[in-house]
């Protein structure tokens, strides 16, 4: 069994920045893809940036620039440094990943998401 646990999430003032963080942990043989999605009240859930196992990276049109993901394979984190943020920013942000257990099954994993509001 896999978990991926976040922290970070907050209230920020517009043009302010915070810094989202995914730990994952569990029978983990190797961690694939991972990912920042992010859903608003009414709205679809959303990608906001991923990071493959060779590190090249995805963002969403309206993050680029703003937003950078990284990882630390030794440490199996995912972070997303959001700056500049902007009210429609806010949202409930979850951490993806594609985890390869060590019983060689791949799966699928969220966390289970932190608040981001930007306000003023």
């Known amino acids: 069994q896999v978990q991926l646990v976040e922290s970070g999430g907050g209230l920020v003032q517009p043009g302010g920045s915070l810094r989202l963080s995914c730990a994952a942990s569990g029978s983990i043989f190797r961690i694939n893809t991972m990912g920042w999605y992010r859903q608003a009240p009414g709205k679809q859930r959303e990608l906001v940036a991923r990071i493959d196992s060779g590190d090249s990276t995805d963002y969403e049109d309206s993050v680029k620039g703003r937003f950078t993901i990284s990882r630390d394979n030794a440490m199996n984190t995912v972070s997303l440094q959001m700056n500049s943020l902007k009210p429609e920013d806010t949202a409930v942000y979850y951490c993806?990943?594609?985890?390869?257990?060590?019983?060689?099954?791949?799966?699928?994993?969220w966390g289970q998401g932190t608040q981001v509001t930007v306000s003023s």
């Open positions: 993806n990943a594609d985890i390869t257990t060590v019983a060689r099954v791949t799966l699928t994993t």
